[in-house]
């Protein structure tokens, strides 16, 4: 009886241990993938240890400079979720004119990509973790329950679709009993009166809308946003003038909004991570340009390029500015015999 005892001490003291090494294990490797996002991602700008003008793109970077992550005094005054949500945000077109409203509170400096249609929100967590480490402070969000909750929002979402579906169907088939009533009263065919239960139908679609939300909500924890999202062929043909119009937004979207200009170089001007673009429009083709902006991870997964979050308007916009430049081949510097007066 008593070594039975025992045994089973001995089994529950091996799995609660066995259970903080899995939870220790998950936090060592969620510590390694964020380092490793980091330097991926965000080193060329931020330097590996988050010190300015330590990253190779820094110096080529318009105004305002990448921001010094080591540093505690600025660093500690932001919450996690305040990372959080400067990484994984929508960008705002910055443009003075005909830009969107910005608030107080709005991060809205373009060059400074976003990355939540590119990471899963997980990894971005892991890099908020990471970044936490550069300036000697240690995330306190507690990432294991935003999943649960993710869970938990799903199955309420689902519970109250359920509700609202079976409010319409029983509003349904009282509207059309009636109907068949009145029909035999009658002797002659009758409509169902949809506007009997239009307000139930009017629910049950809001219902599957956050339905639909919480479910891409979930997805998006552990999996990529743009992971097997292939992008339709876009329909590029535009008039003439109503191309030029296009590409000047796209100019503006290009500099105040995506900050396209924070990693590639036109005319000598801008960042050094992706390609210099001043030739683009003669190498590329519209149509490839257009899916590349949309999802550049879908025809390379390991792209440094974060795919921005471009609208299909913005995207064309976009294109049509990008196709556009075509600036002539650099021409080897000749130096003309100075000529006498
Ligand atoms: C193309 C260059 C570039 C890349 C890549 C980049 N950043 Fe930034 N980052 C910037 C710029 C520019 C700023 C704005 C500095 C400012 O506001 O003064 C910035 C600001 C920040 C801030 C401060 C936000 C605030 O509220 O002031 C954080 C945090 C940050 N970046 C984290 C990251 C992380 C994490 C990554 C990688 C996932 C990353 N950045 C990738 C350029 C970049
Ligand atoms: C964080 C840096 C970054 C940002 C922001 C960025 N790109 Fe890129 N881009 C790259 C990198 C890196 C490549 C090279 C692709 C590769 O090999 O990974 C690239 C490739 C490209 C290409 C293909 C170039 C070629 O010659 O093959 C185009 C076109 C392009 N980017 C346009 C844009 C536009 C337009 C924007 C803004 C909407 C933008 N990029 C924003 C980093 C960036």
Redesign the pocket.
Known sequence: MKAARLGVIGLVVGVVGAATLITAGCANEQEKRGHELYTHYCSDCHGESGKQNQGFNWSAMPDPKPKDLSNKAEMGTFKDEDLFSTISRDMLDTSEEGGDPIGDDDFAVPTM?TFKYTLSEDEIWAIVGHVRTLHGMKMEFNVAARKISLEEGLKAAQAKFEQTKQAYEAAEKKASDEAERKSEQLKKDVDIDESAYAAEQAAMGQAKKEMDAAQVALNNFSTRPGKGVSIPRPDLTVKPAEAAKLADRGKRL?ENK???N???NLAGEG?K???T?DR?GF??NATW?YR??KNPQAM?VH????A?G?SDADAKA?TMY?ATLRAPKAEPVVQKPTEKP
């Open positions: 990509p290009y995506y900050g396209c924070g990693c590639h960042g991570i992706g390609p673009l683009a190498r590329l340009i590349w902006l390379d792209t440094r390029m974060p921005l471009l976009v990008v």
